[in-house]
């Protein structure tokens, strides 16, 4: 009997692929578990009615953060922070320091575990931060820290 399955099924297969089993294993475990369906021709069109569509919103999701890491790319933030001894800074800057900032100066919600710093910023100046917006897009950005004077 062939089954689409619903769930990952371990040595039997992934999410959504058909597999062909035989029919007491598809009856007594893969359709009484709720683990698969059987595959008949309304469940098939319905397999790939799904999958175009996931296609589609992930192709929606690419454009959107293309789209975002362009925007962010002409954006710059500014961060300050204490000084010490003899003007130099005092502790570091964090990417939810940096994700705080971007919030408030720009509205733009990013999540710090998408921040990639490239050292830790324990110094004044200019420098050029990662935003990993979706697997295949990366923004850059240029995070200014000043003195909080």
């Known amino acids: ?9 371990k ?7 058909i597999v062909e089993v035989s029919d007491g294993y598809a009856r007594n475990v893969l359709l009484s578990k ?8 309304q469940n098939l069109n319905n397999l790939k009615l799904q999958n175009a569509n ?6 929606e999701k690419l454009e959107e ?13 500014i961060v300050k922070m204490k000084a010490g001894e003899g ?3 005092f502790g570091s800057v964090s ?9 408030k100066q720009h509205n733009i919600e990013i999540d710090k575990k998408k921040i ?17 917006i979706h697997p295949e897009v990366t923004a850059k950005m240029i995070v200014k820290v000043v003195e909080n004077g």
């Open 1 to 9: 009997m062939k089954v689409i399955l619903l769930e990952d099924v």
């Open 11 to 17: 040595a039997l297969g992934k999410k959504g692929q």
């Open 34 to 41: 709720k683990l698969g369906l059987e595959a008949t021709s």
């Open 54 to 59: 996931k296609e589609k919103v992930a192709k």
């Open 65 to 77: 953060a293309k789209k975002l890491a362009e925007d962010i790319g002409k954006l710059s933030v």
């Open 87 to 89: 003007g130099r800074a």
């Open 95 to 103: 990417s939810k320091e940096i994700a705080e900032e971007i919030k």
């Open 116 to 132: 990639v710093l490239p050292e830790a910023l324990k110094n004044f100046g200019s420098y050029e931060i990662s935003i990993k």
